[in-house]
């Protein structure tokens, strides 16, 4: 099966699937557990500045979640949900 097959196939069975019919396909969900941004952080032992710095985000953001002004969401939230079950983790895996 060429490329092009494989990529229209599954296109069909994402169809399919977003349609309600049933295709065989395996979907997997994952549960992200609401975060205490402050408690991460501090378990990091970083600035508020250092802290943004190593996860890609601008200090203002980071100083609205620690505020309750906004939530993370999407990937910023399941980068916060790692750190806080491992507070080393982007050093060690961006070093």
Do not use: C
Not at 36 to 48: C, H
């Amino acid at each position: 099966m060429s490329a092009y097959e494989r990529i229209k196939q599954g296109r069909t069975e994402a169809i399919a699937h977003a349609e309600g019919q049933k295709t065989g396909a395996r979907v997997h969900r994952v549960e992200v557990p609401e975060v205490d941004v402050v408690a991460i952080r501090a378990s990091t032992g970083l600035s508020q500045a250092e802290f943004a710095r190593s996860i890609g985000v601008a200090k203002g953001t980071l100083l609205n979640w620690e505020h309750g002004r906004r939530r993370p969401t999407g990937p910023g939230r399941v980068l916060l949900a790692m750190i806080a079950k491992r507070p080393s983790l982007v050093g060690e895996l961006l070093e």
